[in-house]
């Protein structure tokens, strides 16, 4: 998936990790991770009243077994076999009696398809993907596919990304098939390749060779949800993805590593613009419901009257940087790297505002002709969703209004991701309504590890959102509006 390299500033470093986090599902904004810091946000987790975790037998509960077995099943993009992991979900929905396909793309990859037939055939879709980002064993507290429970937390590569949603998924599908009641619309559970390298093998390969399948596909929930906390009891925000950017990859080619680096050098330095800013009908949406969750008076003034910051350039760099990026559009180096073929590459992800389309202009105005200097630019082609997913939805308002009934003091509304990409990207664009969906009510500690060493979750807020899972999906399948 797409990644920001790091920020030149504190601040940006902090909204850099809380875009990340809202991938899988919770968003906060706190920075720096010391093991102090850590220490010291850990304490409310046991200083809260009402938290009876302590209480609770979790090594026993199935929803953590199914958990640590997974996670210990190395599905990783370098080291592991999604092939096993694909292996091992068919396997729990067949013991469920759901009928599941395994497709092998080659000797790791694969997809896993299972259907819970219902009265309406056009299906719910449990979308998950099934690789997760590579570990580097020497940098953890416990072996990353260990799956290491120290009560609250469980640690391994993938417990966030996202692991922890394809295990609430399963849940939700084999108990409405162990209830005996036929559900009113089918659900499909769809656990997919690659998505950490660009989908090729998952959904990328399915809207190109099932296209018959993606036609009937009804709603499809997948990862992209956040949760803004100060604390385990106190939630600013909690957002369901409905809206991205467009995202494009510009390969830059070159013989010489040094001359790549250095273009990579002016794009960051080059910076992004702060005056053809547009205000898109996502971000609109969103400021609605968030204003009103700011802290600080100003940000919330600013929010609310979002179209006094498009000609102000002092108003505008007074926003946080990922509010930021909601107003314009963005050229993000990558690394540089061997090319396959020989020599070196890089990869500029172009990130568009919705409904923005790529023309010569836009390429230039974001990656002008004099940095490259005439290196070979080649745009590699991708379905791209012009837009969001609407919010009138019946499957985007049954999720929000089980939140209010669960939560009513907890803000909750729509979200539009500025910095990341899910697969929700590439359902949209074959007219799919989708929506990111976390139901993990989980502290920032748990999140400041997401993809990097000692990926962690606390148990409490994993089978508590395992339970919300199962109730959105028994809902939605029981609902046919």
Same mark, same amino acid.
């Given at each position: 998936m797409p990644r920001m390299p790091q920020p030149r500033t504190w601040m940006d470093r902090r909204r850099r990790q809380a875009a990340r986090i809202a991938l899988y599902g919770s968003l906060v904004l706190v920075g720096g991770v010391t093991a102090g810091l850590v220490k010291l946000l850990d304490r409310?987790?046991?200083?809260?009243?009402?938290?009876e975790w302590i209480e609770r037998d979790y090594l026993s509960m199935p929803e953590v077994k199914l958990l640590?077995?997974?996670?210990?099943?190395?599905?990783?993009?370098?080291?592991?076999?999604?092939?096993?992991?694909?292996?091992?979900?068919?396997a729990q929905l067949e013991a469920a009696g759901i009928p599941a396909r395994v497709e092998l793309l080659g000797e790791r990859r694969a997809n896993v398809y299972a259907l819970l037939e219902g009265d309406d055939p056009r299906p719910l879709v449990l979308h998950n993907h099934i690789d997760v980002q590579p570990a580097d064993p020497s940098q953890w507290f416990h072996p990353p596919f260990e799956a290491k429970i120290d009560l609250p937390w469980i640690y391994g590569r993938g417990v966030f990304d996202m692991k922890s949603v394809a295990i609430a998924q399963l849940m939700a599908i084999t108990d409405l098939k162990k209830s005996g009641v036929r559900p009113k619309?089918?659900?499909?559970?769809?656990?997919?390749?690659? #998505?950490?390298?660009?989908?090729?093998?998952?959904?990328?390969?399915?809207?190109? $060779?099932?296209?018959?399948?993606?036609?009937?596909?009804?709603?499809?929930l997948t990862e992209g949800g956040v949760l803004e906390a100060r604390a385990r009891d106190d939630f600013k925000f909690w957002g369901v993805e409905y809206a991205q950017k467009r995202f494009f990859d510009l390969l830059v080619c070159s013989d010489d590593r040094q001359r790549l680096e250095q273009v990579r050098n002016d794009l960051i330095q080059l910076g992004h613009t702060e005056t053809d800013l547009r205000l898109v009908p996502e971000a609109r949406t969103l400021f609605k419901t968030y204003a009103m969750t700011r802290d600080s008076p100003e940000l919330r003034r600013l929010l609310e009257e979002p179209e006094s910051v498009l000609g102000d350039i002092a108003t505008f760099r007074e926003l946080p940087g990922y509010i930021r990026s909601m107003f314009r559009n963005?050229?993000?180096?990558?690394?540089?790297?061997?090319?396959?073929?020989?020599?070196?590459?890089?990869?500029?992800?172009?990130?568009?505002?919705?409904?923005? $389309?790529?023309?010569? #202009?836009?390429? $230039?105005r974001l990656v002008p002709s004099w940095v490259t200097g005439g290196l070979p630019r080649v745009l590699r082609p991708a379905p791209v969703a012009k837009g969001g997913s609407p919010t009138d939805h019946p499957a985007f308002k049954l999720v929000v209004r089980t939140l209010q009934e669960h939560y009513p003091k907890v803000p909750v509304g729509p979200y539009f991701l500025p910095w990341t990409?899910?697969?929700?990207?590439?359902?949209?664009?074959?007219?799919?309504?989708?929506?990111?969906?976390?139901?993990?009510?989980?502290?920032?500690?748990?999140?400041?590890?997401?993809?990097q060493a000692n990926e962690r979750m606390a148990l409490p807020g994993y089978v508590d959102g395992v339970a919300l899972y199962r109730e959105v999906v028994r809902r939605?399948?029981?609902d046919t509006e």
């Open positions: 409310p987790l046991y200083g809260t009243a009402n938290e640590q077995e997974y996670v210990r099943i190395d599905t990783s993009v370098t080291t592991g076999d999604e092939a096993a992991g694909a292996r091992f979900l068919a619309r089918s659900v499909l559970f769809l656990a997919t390749s690659g #998505e950490e390298r660009g989908s090729d093998f998952g959904v990328l390969w399915i809207l190109r $060779e099932h296209p018959e399948l993606v036609r009937g596909f009804w709603a499809v963005e050229a993000v180096p990558f690394p540089v790297q061997e090319a396959p073929g020989g020599g070196y590459q890089m990869v500029i992800k172009l990130h568009l505002l919705p409904h923005q $389309e790529l023309t010569p #202009e836009i390429i $230039e990409a899910t697969d929700s990207r590439f359902f949209r664009s074959a007219g799919v309504p989708s929506y990111g969906f976390s139901p993990f009510l989980i502290m920032n500690t748990d999140t400041l590890q997401v993809d939605l399948a029981a």
